[in-house]
C-alpha cells in the first residue's frame, strides 16, 4: 500500500531548526514531485515548497526562501527538508504530498514538475506538527 510519512516535527524556539522528512514506501518516489504544504491553527493549508524529480526546488511561500532547503535521497525514497532560523509563523501541520509525473518523450523518461495544488496530489502524509515558540 502507498503511503507516505512525515517525521521530525516538535517544538523549537524563534531562530532555531528543524529537519522534517517524508518518507515513501509503496511506490517508486522518482516519478513523483514532492510538495510539502502547511496549514496553521485556523488558516488553509498552503503550499510551502516543493522539489521535481530533477531535484528542483520550487517555493511557493516566500516567507521560506532563504531558511529552507528541499533535498530528495531517491535510493532512500525520502525527501527531506532544513528548516533554519525558524519564526513564530512558521508553525503549522506540515504535509508532504506526491503528484505524479508523465512520460516525457523528449528525454525518454519520467518527468514529474513540482505542483502546488492538492488536486494534483496522489498521495499525502498524515502530518507532523511544527510549533516555533519561546
Known amino acids: 500500500q502507498a503511503q507516505l510519512v512525515e517525521s521530525g516535527g516538535g517544538l523549537v524556539q524563534p531562530g532555531g531548526s528543524l529537519t522534517l522528512s517524508c518518507a515513501a514506501s509503496?511506490?517508486?518516489?522518482?516519478?513523483?514531485?514532492i510538495t510539502w504544504f502547511r496549514q496553521a491553527p485556523g488558516k488553509e493549508r498552503e503550499g510551502v515548497l516543493c522539489?521535481?524529480?530533477?531535484?528542483?526546488?520550487?517555493y511557493y511561500a516566500n516567507s521560506v526562501k532563504g531558511r529552507f532547503t528541499i533535498s530528495r535521497d531517491n535510493a532512500e525514497n525520502t525527501v527531506h527538508v532544513q528548516m533554519n532560523s525558524l519564526k513564530p509563523e512558521d508553525s503549522g501541520v506540515y504535509y508532504c504530498?506526491?503528484?505524479?509525473?508523465?512520460?516525457?518523450?523528449?528525454?525518454?523518461?519520467?518527468?514529474?514538475?513540482?505542483?502546488?495544488?492538492?488536486?494534483?496530489?496522489?498521495?499525502w502524509g498524515k502530518g507532523t506538527p511544527v510549533t516555533v515558540s519561546s
Open positions: 509503496g511506490f517508486i518516489l522518482d516519478a513523483f514531485a
Open positions: 504530498a506526491a503528484s505524479l509525473g508523465g512520460w516525457d518523450p523528449r528525454i525518454n523518461n519520467v518527468r514529474a514538475e513540482c505542483q502546488s495544488a492538492p488536486d494534483f496530489m496522489r498521495y
Open positions: 522539489i521535481n524529480n530533477n531535484n528542483e526546488a520550487t
